[in-house]
């Protein structure tokens, strides 16, 4: 567990001048936001493994192998310092960790928005997440690999505080001489594994483009990593782009070219997920299709409070159901921001769409 406790000082948004935090860099939008990001995965540590026990306390983990439950948070899209919807859904994390006993956050991408850079997390990332107290995951989105005029290199923010070489001071804070409560993380690589006692997750980095991409040697690492999954633990799949939404703008429709890699690192390993969980769009969406005779589960997730989506699509008998035949849309709905509530048990995962309504309110629920 590698949340330090206490020293934070309370810094409400008004508080605290942006330029505070800031450099000289030209705040330009994407100058490249539909071209492919090179990028070094982290060296020395492959096969980018990281087990629960490296995640949690001792005593969480002595809990998870003696109860064989893990409950934990989900969510894509946050930061955005411009409205108050991350902070609703970070207070509503800090309620449901207390109430279910929730573990750790796994984040689907896009932590930070204009733009990515080491410089946002103070306001954006570990001010809003300074009391909730659970360890933060995640893997990057398109807004956090992206490179923009004059700024630093692409993913060099999400690098330095989430795979660190060690738990510290986020160097954003310590040149700043503040903290918030939260070490940066040691995650592997941008692309990596978790294990646990009751599932696997392999998350992937697809990159800037719109529908996403990706390239060797994350490809051969994939299906390498989809053959070996434990095949006696239900299995997860994470990317940032959605293989399947129903959305009005074309960004953020689902991808032929996510499904391809999918289906055929799946096919080559003879393996196919239980869930496939993805954020990128801003609403909730949920999909059931079958591969190779098998129910799948597929989650948007981009719900996570940087805005609500203009152009995502309600659930309703107007609905366009997704273009790929044998795809069912079971649920959608843009009017709430949230997270996704995972339970897992032996064998099982169950999945529950939190949402802020007054009261936490269960929009959506689902097992697999």
Known sequence: MFVTGGGGRRVGFADRKLSDLKTSVDHTPFSNDK?????????????????????LHSTDMAEVTRDEKLVFHVAGDTGNFKNSLQLDVAELLVVDAKSSNAKFFYHLGDVVYDFGEDREYPDQFYEVYQDYKLPIVAIPGNHDGARFHNGPSSLAGFQNNFCAVKHQTPPSLAAMGMSFGRDT????????????????????????PS??????????????????????????????????????????????????ILEDACASANRYPELVLAGHVHNYQRFTTKMKRKNVVFVVAGCGGHAKDPLALETTSDTPAPSDPGVTLNYSTRQYVGFLRMTATSGKLKGEYIVSDKSITVADSFEV
């Open 35 to 55: 071209q492919y990001e090179d990028f070094t995965p982290t060296p020395g540590k492959e096969p980018y493994h990281m087990e629960l026990s490296d995640l």
């Open 185 to 208: 993380m040691t995650q592997p690589n941008c692309y990596w594994t978790l294990n646990t006692p009751l599932f696997t997750i392999i998350g992937l980095y697809t990159n800037v």
């Open 211 to 260: 529908g996403g991409i990706l390239k060797e040697p994350q490809i051969s690492w994939f299906n390498k990593e989809m053959k070996d999954a434990d095949r006696n633990k239900p299995l997860i799949v994470a990317m940032h782009h959605p293989v399947h939404s129903v959305a009005k703008n074309p960004s953020h429709q689902g991808s032929n070219k996510l499904k391809k």
